[in-house]
């Protein structure tokens, strides 16, 4: 099983509004990621959770907030948002973050539209 | 230089045929290398991955690598219109500052046509 989840699949909001993505995965994994996709452009990363320690911040405007509760989940709470942070935002986890054969699964994603 | 180029396509077969997928990568301590598929509107999905030198197949899929040539490519077999999507190359190093970072090529957008 490489399931990770996401909610909420599709999400709008205004510049002023307080939002929140959730991840969950339940395969064990200790290696989370947050990524930010435009159209027309791949997976570019934004954090990184290591063993629910955030390793990699790939300087990220602070209105992203990354938040791993525990093994199995991660958040990205969002506040004050510009429009040109409308994006599909990916989750994607991993069994162990440094090793050869370490390989990342990817959610369905939350669309996100900043109004 | 791109850290991760791969050919710009997009790339159109028939239905039957086989699509080659091309990738080079920059940085020679890569270690790990995945190709992704990815339907418009949907999630990049792990179809490949390839750390030794050589070929790896799986069903329909071979995947190439070779190290001293930094390169690394995806061939599919018997084409299926199913498989029209964007490839996405993905090279990740081997820790350190570059702790479980992929980075991406630009994708490739494949079309097979009936």
Redesign the interface.
Same mark, same amino acid.
């Given at each position: 099983d490489?399931e990770v989840t996401q909610t909420p699949k599709h999400l709008v909001m205004g510049m002023t509004n307080k939002k929140s993505l959730k991840c969950e995965q339940h395969m064990g994994h200790r290696?989370m990621?947050w990524y930010k996709q435009k159209a027309k452009?791949?997976?570019e #990363?934004m954090f990184?959770y290591?063993y629910e320690k955030l390793?990699?911040n790939e300087s990220v405007p602070s209105r992203f907030s990354p938040e791993c509760p525990n093994s199995s989940l991660l958040n990205l709470h969002l506040h004050a948002l510009q429009p040109e942070d409308s994006a #599909?935002y #990916?989750c994607a986890s991993?069994q162990l973050?440094?090793a050869?054969?370490?390989?990342?699964?990817?959610?369905?994603?939350t669309r996100l539209t900043v109004l | 230089q791109k850290e991760v180029e791969q050919n710009s396509g997009p790339l159109s077969v028939p239905e039957g045929a086989i699509a080659s997928l091309n990738c080079t990568y920059s940085d020679r301590v890569s270690q790990s290398f995945f190709w992704y598929r990815q339907y418009s509107g949907k999630s990049p999905e792990l179809i490949m991955s390839i750390y030794s030198n050589g070929d790896k197949e799986d069903g329909r899929f071979t995947a190439q690598l070779n190290k001293a040539s930094q390169y690394v490519s995806l061939l599919i077999r018997d084409s299926q219109p199913s498989d029209s999507a964007t490839y996405l190359c993905a090279v990740k190093g081997p820790g350190g500052t570059s702790y479980g970072k992929l980075t991406f090529g630009q994708g490739t957008i494949l079309t097979v046509h009936p």
């Open positions: 490489t290696a990621y452009k791949p997976p #990363l990184v290591s390793s990699i #599909l #990916l991993s973050g440094q050869v054969t370490d390989t990342q699964y990817f959610g369905p994603g | -």
